[in-house]
């Protein structure tokens, strides 16, 4: 056999080899995929790319960003800009605040493809009807408010959650990476162990993220949202479905979560940003990025 031979069956072999390992490894990534009804969850309901799971008082979104669905954070009617004011030489806005309630009803008569809403960035509980964000948010590419908190609170704790069209990924924050992240979505949490009343039996808001097929990105995001759980068991919810990483946003009496106009968990307090999971624009209309538009 001559040294032309030799080369081409080498590369045969290279690549018959690559090709095996990643079969092996994408189908290795799915069989280490829970199946949720083994966990105890049932179906409630399901639409393009989205799944919603119920077992008790916990509530799981499936979110699979490759099949059609997309998330958005929405938030209320800017009251007052608070321009350079924010804690990163940004903003730091007053927004109007709602229910997930009163949202779905502006938004669903004109956007037929919402899935569900739930809440989402932590901010200062009070009796006035705006009020800021504590730490930031970006929404359609714009970075709607630096937050307030800064470097002040959790110093050391703070999660980035950013989403692509494609996929999402939680990075531990740094300052500078809110305007380098290239996420059109992005928004600031806590670390799982953060202490936002870790063993309380409280309203819960986690977000994780998940690799369904083994390619070093994450195409699938969970949302756990609970009237009554402590931060490890919401953390390990999500790890139990996949996550590789996850993060804490508000809970307490902000948890709500509101599914294809069905109330699931309520709560009356009135509350300035939310998630929003829906069709991706071109199946339907795309969300609104400001609640009551």
Not at 88 to 106: A, C, D, H, K, L
Not at 116 to 137: E, M, W, Y
Not at 151 to 177: G, S
């Amino acid at each position: 056999m001559n040294k032309k031979s030799l080369t081409l069956t080498g590369l045969f072999l290279t690549t018959f080899l690559l090709i095996t390992i990643n079969l092996f490894s994408t189908q290795n990534a799915e069989s280490k995929s829970p199946n949720p009804l083994s966990l105890g969850f049932q179906i409630i309901s399901n639409s393009q790319g989205t799944t919603l799971y119920q077992k008790d008082l916990d509530y799981l979104q499936i979110v699979d960003l490759t099949q059609g669905a997309k998330i958005n954070f929405i938030y209320g009617n800017i009251t007052d800009l608070g321009t350079k004011k924010g804690a990163y030489g940004g903003n730091n806005p007053q927004f109007e605040r709602q229910t997930i309630s009163q949202v779905w009803s502006n938004l669903y008569s004109e956007n037929s493809s919402l899935f569900c809403i739930t809440n989402g960035q932590f901010f200062r509980n009070d009796k006035n009807t705006s009020t800021g964000l504590a730490f930031p948010v970006k929404s359609d590419g714009i970075i709607v408010s630096d937050g307030y908190a800064g470097e002040i609170e959790f110093p050391d704790e703070k999660l980035m959650l950013e989403v692509w069209n494609d996929r999402a990924l939680i990075t531990k924050f740094q300052p500078k990476n809110l305007q380098l992240s290239t996420a059109p979505n992005l928004i600031v949490g806590l670390q799982e162990n953060a202490d936002k009343g870790v063993e309380n039996q409280t309203g819960r808001t986690f977000i994780g993220v998940k690799d369904k097929d083994g390619d070093r990105l994450n195409e699938t995001i969970l949302i756990f949202t609970s009237k009554q759980a402590t931060q490890p068991h919401a953390a390990q919810v999500l790890k139990s479905f996949g996550a590789t990483q996850v993060i804490m946003l508000d809970g307490g009496g902000s948890t709500q979560l509101i599914c294809q106009g069905n109330n699931y968990i309520t709560s009356p307090r009135t509350i300035p940003q939310m998630i929003v999971i829906a069709l991706r624009a071109g199946n339907r209309q795309q969300a609104t990025a400001h609640l009551g538009e």
